[in-house]
């Protein structure tokens, strides 16, 4: 089914253009706050505006909106402050969070996922997990183009740097909030590691440690070291962690934290069975179907990765529907195949992956 862009409303009647440009209107001046102490005249704005926008343009929550997340890592540590006091602060980081608007073509509804990620840190644990789950709906909304010409400057409120002292002003240092992973698989390519294996580099050996002190646990990627070294031969072939090499980690990773298919990749190593059970991988591979062996391209993962995403639109009565997944994956490939200039319609079925 084909989405008409200029048909679709929000359950408050707006279109998606007015949405659009609800979300980017100025406020009232009592929203926007000055962030002090880098010597840098910066803009923020109050959380509690965002709610009331998004209730204004979409509808009440969770009807016409609503926002959820996988899992809250939680950490505490003993710091000790600028004037020698010790402080022992909590650390809340989602990897992996949501914002989900409803849109209407007047017969049906259909819900669209924007992702976000979100970290804070607070005295209180709790405040510090209500922090990051702030700070994760904001960076989902800022993709609706929320407030975007304030964060562009554009707005009476954002002020130009100002020097008064006849010095420069430092800009305030960016802070890098990706997970470790991403910046180490980063950091491995630019350095000339890619190719080596973990145990070979600094870099991987750090990794290693990371993944036994922060990856082993409940609630972690895994629940006790066997569990980690079963993962470890299951994902990448390594009998340990010292021999994976840098690209088989980066396979490990995308296992746990996703993206699951990427070009380059053939279609029988995609790691739907992460979230669908193997009997139904390989009855849904079978029922597309495709050579087992084929090489994903960038159209051809990014179908299979929206099916991934969209898994749970195809469960009916608690059960996963394997050929009507098939037949919208066989859709999207003679689309993406008889039209590479077309469009991408919009995604009627993004919503989060379910394991069946």
């Given at each position: 089914m084909t989405l008409k862009y200029d048909e679709l409303r929000t359950f408050t009647g707006l279109t998606i253009t007015q949405a659009l440009a609800a979300l980017q209107a100025k406020l009232e001046p009592n929203a926007y706050k000055k962030v002090s102490g880098s010597g840098v005249s910066l803009t923020d704005i109050k959380p509690a505006y965002l709610t009331e926008v998004l209730t204004d343009v979409f509808g009440i929550c969770p009807i016409g909106w609503s926002f959820d997340w996988d899992s809250v890592e939680l950490t505490g540590q003993m710091t000790t402050t600028s004037s020698g006091k010790e402080r022992y602060v909590w650390q809340a980081d989602i990897f992996r969070g949501w914002l989900t608007y409803t849109l209407t073509d007047g017969d049906s509804d259909h819900e669209f996922k924007v992702l976000g990620t979100g970290g804070s840190d607070n005295d209180v644990k709790e405040y510090a997990v209500r922090g990051a789950v702030t700070n994760m709906l904001g960076a989902a909304a800022s993709k609706l183009l929320w407030q975007l010409p304030v964060y562009k400057g554009q707005g009476d409120e954002q002020s130009k740097t100002t020097v008064t002292t006849g010095k420069p002003?430092?800009?305030?240092?960016?802070?890098?909030?990706r997970p470790w992973w991403v910046k180490a698989i980063e950091f491995a390519k630019s350095n000339g590691d890619y190719s080596q294996?973990?145990?070979?580099?600094?870099?991987?050996?750090?990794?290693?440690?990371?993944?036994?002190?922060?990856?082993?646990?409940?609630?972690?990627w895994f629940a006790a070291p066997a569990n980690m070294t079963n993962a470890i031969k299951k994902y990448t072939g390594?009998?340990?962690?010292?021999?994976?090499t840098w690209p088989k980690f980066e396979r490990l990773v995308r296992a746990y934290v996703g993206p699951y298919a990427m070009a380059g990749d053939q279609i029988k190593d995609v790691?739907?069975?992460?979230?669908?059970?193997?009997?139904?991988?390989?009855e849904l591979i079978h029922s597309i179907p495709l050579e087992v062996?084929?090489?994903?391209?960038?159209?051809?993962?990014?179908?299979l990765e929206a099916a991934l995403v969209g898994a749970s639109a195809y469960v009916k009565d608690g059960k996963l529907d394997i050929e009507a997944l098939a037949s919208s994956l066989r859709?999207?490939?003679i689309k993406h195949a008889a039209d590479e200039t077309t469009a991408p319609d919009i995604n009627m079925d993004e919503t989060e992956p379910l394991a069946y």
């Amino acid at each position: 089914m084909t989405l008409k862009y200029d048909e679709l409303r929000t359950f408050t009647g707006l279109t998606i253009t007015q949405a659009l440009a609800a979300l980017q209107a100025k406020l009232e001046p009592n929203a926007y706050k000055k962030v002090s102490g880098s010597g840098v005249s910066l803009t923020d704005i109050k959380p509690a505006y965002l709610t009331e926008v998004l209730t204004d343009v979409f509808g009440i929550c969770p009807i016409g909106w609503s926002f959820d997340w996988d899992s809250v890592e939680l950490t505490g540590q003993m710091t000790t402050t600028s004037s020698g006091k010790e402080r022992y602060v909590w650390q809340a980081d989602i990897f992996r969070g949501w914002l989900t608007y409803t849109l209407t073509d007047g017969d049906s509804d259909h819900e669209f996922k924007v992702l976000g990620t979100g970290g804070s840190d607070n005295d209180v644990k709790e405040y510090a997990v209500r922090g990051a789950v702030t700070n994760m709906l904001g960076a989902a909304a800022s993709k609706l183009l929320w407030q975007l010409p304030v964060y562009k400057g554009q707005g009476d409120e954002q002020s130009k740097t100002t020097v008064t002292t006849g010095k420069p002003v430092p800009q305030p240092a960016k802070v890098d909030e990706r997970p470790w992973w991403v910046k180490a698989i980063e950091f491995a390519k630019s350095n000339g590691d890619y190719s080596q294996a973990l145990g070979d580099t600094d870099t991987g050996k750090r990794v290693i440690e990371r993944l036994k002190k922060d990856q082993i646990g409940a609630g972690k990627w895994f629940a006790a070291p066997a569990n980690m070294t079963n993962a470890i031969k299951k994902y990448t072939g390594f009998g340990k962690a010292e021999e994976v090499t840098w690209p088989k980690f980066e396979r490990l990773v995308r296992a746990y934290v996703g993206p699951y298919a990427m070009a380059g990749d053939q279609i029988k190593d995609v790691l739907f069975d992460h979230f669908l059970k193997p009997a139904s991988w390989q009855e849904l591979i079978h029922s597309i179907p495709l050579e087992v062996d084929m090489v994903l391209d960038e159209q051809t993962a990014a179908v299979l990765e929206a099916a991934l995403v969209g898994a749970s639109a195809y469960v009916k009565d608690g059960k996963l529907d394997i050929e009507a997944l098939a037949s919208s994956l066989r859709a999207h490939f003679i689309k993406h195949a008889a039209d590479e200039t077309t469009a991408p319609d919009i995604n009627m079925d993004e919503t989060e992956p379910l394991a069946y």
